[in-house]
């Protein structure tokens, strides 16, 4: 695959929740706030000493993002060039790995890059799963610095959003 600049940045359309085939009548209610209702919350202590605890469903805590924000990332901080790859998915993943490491570089800070169950995003860039927030939770000064970097990185698409609690797509389509 050809891997100019203009391939390279070829834009991917957004997804227009609308026609999506996920509804947001039918998705659980996430909350927008960081604390977890009850039902959410892992209590490693049962799951080590109670046979029979079932860890409850994992949720993920950041900000929605397509991959054409991932592109945009990319090219406006201009991160390094891809290698000559054999797909647009390829080049995709690539980039987006770019970025994540970029940011994860940033922050001082590990986030990960999951597939939200959402009508309106493609990718959810995590602070925090609701199984180990217990261990990772930043200070809040420095989960503030980590927010900054994030909206400020990504510009106005991140930036407009508050941090919010995400379901995972896989765990709804298995």
């Given at each position: ?7 390279i940045y070829q834009p991917c359309p957004r997804r227009n929740p609308a026609n999506t085939w996920i509804k947001p009548e039918d998705l659980p209610k996430c909350s927008t706030e960081k604390t977890l209702p009850e039902e959410y ?30 592109l945009d990332y990319h090219q406006r901080h201009q991160l390094p060039r891809p290698p000559p790859l054999d797909n ?87």
């Amino acid at each position: 695959m050809n891997t100019s600049d203009e391939d390279i940045y070829q834009p991917c359309p957004r997804r227009n929740p609308a026609n999506t085939w996920i509804k947001p009548e039918d998705l659980p209610k996430c909350s927008t706030e960081k604390t977890l209702p009850e039902e959410y919350r892992f209590n490693a202590r049962r799951f080590r000493l109670e046979p029979g605890y079932i860890k409850p469903r994992i949720l993920f805590y950041g900000f929605g993002v397509d991959i054409q924000d991932f592109l945009d990332y990319h090219q406006r901080h201009q991160l390094p060039r891809p290698p000559p790859l054999d797909n647009r998915a390829s080049l995709w993943h690539f980039i987006m790995d770019q970025v994540i490491d970029d940011l994860n570089a940033r922050c001082c800070f590990k986030l990960e890059r999951v597939l939200p169950l959402s009508p309106k995003y493609d990718y959810a860039i995590a602070l925090y799963n609701s199984h180990h927030i217990s261990i990772t939770e930043l200070e809040d000064d420095e989960e503030e610095d980590v927010i900054r970097i994030i909206k400020e990185r990504f510009g106005d698409v991140v930036a407009a959003q508050k941090p919010q609690w995400f379901f995972l797509l896989e765990d709804s389509i298995h």
